[in-house]
């Protein structure tokens, strides 16, 4: 049995606090500070897995007091029915948090993230970053994803902060997020977790019926071909053929691209030498589906 403990606006379950305002997390991380302790910070949005799971199981190596925080951000949704239907398991969220060690975890309400509203805020100045692949696709979304990030870490002020590969291109915008703020946090990249068949793990992949969670790993495939026939020259041939197959394992297909890994520049040829990336985005019936592979 785990041991309950209730303190004011704060809830501590095992070794677990649960906070709800900035005032409270404020002061904790100010203790945490005081005693020498290495802050290491993993947002989410909750309806938690294993890739979850991982990035707080290394920010735990790295850092002596582990922050994680679930926050559907409504900003960084360009399509409101996805934002109504993002999946909520808070209990079992906690559950899974409590279990991998995790020492706070921040819940703020939408007011606490915007006390002026969702209207007119900042813009960032994300440069080419904003305008490729998810850029494209999900206009605001990245405003949205610095804005909420800003204001996280600004509450939280991390020492090191732990994000999923998975999401690639948001690892770049967050890094520029974090050059734009002057910020000295220090960013780590995580690997991306899979499912046994190589489907990337995803919040979203609870809402795929049981028929597209069979189609799912096509975009794993997809990836995989890629990186096998990766040959230096013309580049366009392999991704239309990769978009092809994924066109034909029943996904409507955004984009099968291939970009230099470090710029995300789009790479029609490859002069054999420079570091590739391979991205995809594609729906099954309305669940968006995205993964990549670094391939060269
Ligand atoms: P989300 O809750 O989807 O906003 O994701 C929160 C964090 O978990 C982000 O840094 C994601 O990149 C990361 N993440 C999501 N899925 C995975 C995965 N399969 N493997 C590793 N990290 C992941």
Known sequence: MCKVRVFY????????????????????ILQEKAKGSVIGFVPTMGALHRGHLALIERSRQHAGFTVCSIFVN????NNAGDFRRYPNVIEKDIALLAEAGTDMLYLPSVEEIYPGGTDGLEQYELGYLETVLEGQYRPGHFQGVCLVMQRLLSMVRPHRLLMGL?????????????????????FI???????????AMSSRNMRLSPEDRKKAPAIYRALDYIKKELRAGELTGLKAKAGQQLTEAGFKVDYTEIAHAETLQIMD???????????????????????????A
């Not at 070794?15 to 002061?27: H, N």
């Not at 770049?172 to 703020?181: A, C, D, H, I, S």
């Not at 990249?189 to 489907?199: K, Q």
């Not at 490859?270 to 669940?287: H, M, R, S």
């Open 166 to 186: 998975k999401d690639y291109q948001q690892c770049m915008v967050v890094k520029r997020l974090l050059q734009l703020m002057r910020s000295d946090i220090e």
């Open 189 to 199: 990249a995580c690997p991306t977790i899979r499912e046994p068949d190589g489907l």
């Open 74 to 77: 409504p900003t960084q949704f």
């Open 269 to 295: 040829s490859w002069n054999g030498k420079d570091p590739l990336v391979a991205l995809v985005a594609a729906f099954l019936n309305e669940v968006r589906l995205i993964d990549n592979m670094v391939i």
């Open 9 to 28: 606006r704060a809830l501590k379950i095992d070794y677990m606090i649960i906070v709800k305002e900035a005032k409270t997390l404020d002061r904790y």
